[in-house]
């Protein structure tokens, strides 16, 4: 899109979170006027006073097309595109309330991830419950190995936008793209969605692993019968298989489960150390989207007749009072198996 068309392309970003304050500063890099809502009244005002988001994205320089408001017409109001951001579990009530403020020419992405609670929704799926006037085929979600801070820092990042519609796909993809920011197209946003959330819930496993000290062949090991899980989920929910071996899968998985940056690993890691969920999420700002997922998984898991061992394993750690060792126990002494078991 050229310079000048750019200023007439209005982008407003819900959440002003690590990961929308990320995304907000890389649209407006780009030249597109952003109106970035904010939840809390005191970040909306570092932003405006300081052009920095000190609460969840300290020291990365905002630019001035980045406007943070709290008054969420504003953001919403004739926007051409709008963004998503917030964490799984307000995505409902904050679509619910963007709903009727949402203009029809609008394109929807959502960055966030996660499956809601009760309904097991993706957040494509609440999006499409809660704003009616939105066709499916103009929305759209971005995953992939992200940390935010990182794209922040503008070190060069890959990841995935799925669109139903491909047209779409493409729109979104050039918008988002830059030198630092590459973005490939895909179809699936069930499994791009999956890919998502799942990880997350495999980060904490991970995370317990390396809090107890357990060895690189453990979280080696974890990584990949969890792909094998996210995969198992995935198709049973309609995905496609190979969108598990991209940025949205395996590429994410690897990042969170690996990543000091990563909230959902840290969880673990103090989990697997020994202290106990809630005094980890009372010290806890940020959102670690797995200890909500861990609970749709499990339901899911149930429901579906897929089995999800070590998805179920961190339901156990976080919900059930189980202790790590014994969960690392009942998985390495569960009936031997062929290793595509569930591909043969
Ligand atoms: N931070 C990252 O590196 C990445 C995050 N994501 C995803 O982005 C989503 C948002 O996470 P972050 O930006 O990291 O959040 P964060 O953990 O940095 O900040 C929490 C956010 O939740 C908002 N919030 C809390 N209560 C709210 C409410 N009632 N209504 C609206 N907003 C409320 C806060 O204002 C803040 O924006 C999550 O689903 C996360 O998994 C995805 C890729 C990268
Ligand atoms: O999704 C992320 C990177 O792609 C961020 O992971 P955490 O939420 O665990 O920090």
Not at 158 to 178: H, L
Not at 261 to 276: A, P
Request: net charge neutral; glycine share 10%.
């Amino acid at each position: 899109m050229p310079q000048g068309k750019k200023a007439d392309f209005q982008i407003g970003v819900l959440g002003g979170g690590s990961w929308g304050t990320a995304l907000a500063m890389l649209l407006a890099d780009k030249g597109y006027p952003v109106r970035l809502w904010v939840h809390e009244p005191e970040v909306a005002m570092e932003i405006r006073e300081y052009r920095e988001n000190r609460t969840y994205l300290p020291g990365i320089m905002l630019p001035e097309n980045l406007v943070a408001t709290q008054d969420m017409e504003e953001a919403l109001k004739g926007k051409d595109l709008v963004l998503f951001v917030v964490p799984s579990h307000v995505m409902r009530e904050t679509a619910r309330r963007a709903a009727a403020m949402i203009s029809e020419k609008s394109i929807l992405v959502t960055a966030s991830k996660g499956i809601e609670n009760v309904t097991h929704k993706t957040m494509t799926g609440i999006l499409k419950e809660e704003i009616l006037q939105i066709p499916e085929e103009k929305m759209a979600v971005l995953s992939g190995p992200s940390f935010a801070r990182e794209v922040g820092e503008k070190r060069p990042t890959v990841v995935t936008v799925a669109s139903k519609a491909a047209s779409n796909a493409r729109k979104v993809q050039e918008i988002f793209a830059s030198p630092v920011f590459r973005v490939y197209t895909s179809d699936d946003v069930m499994g791009v969605e999956v890919g998502g959330a799942m990880k997350n819930v495999i980060a904490i496993a991970a995370g317990v692993a390396d809090g107890m000290g357990l060895g690189l062949n453990t979280r080696a090991a974890l990584i990949t019968r969890g792909l094998a899980e996210i995969r198992r989920l995935g198709v049973a929910m309609g995905a496609n298989p190979h969108t598990f071996s991209g940025l949205s899968g395996v590429g994410d998985l690897m990042l969170t489960c690996t990543g000091a940056l990563s909230r959902n690993h840290t969880v673990g890691q103090l989990l697997g150390q020994g202290k106990s969920l809630d005094e980890i999420l009372k010290e806890m700002r940020m959102v670690a989207e797995g200890v909500k997922s861990a609970r749709s998984v499990y339901n899911l898991s149930a429901k579906l007749g897929v089995e999800l061992p070590i998805c179920n394993e961190v339901y156990r750690v976080l919900y059930e009072g189980s202790t790590p060792r014994e969960a690392g126990e009942r998985l390495m002494n569960r009936t031997l198996k062929q290793e595509f078991h569930d591909l043969v």
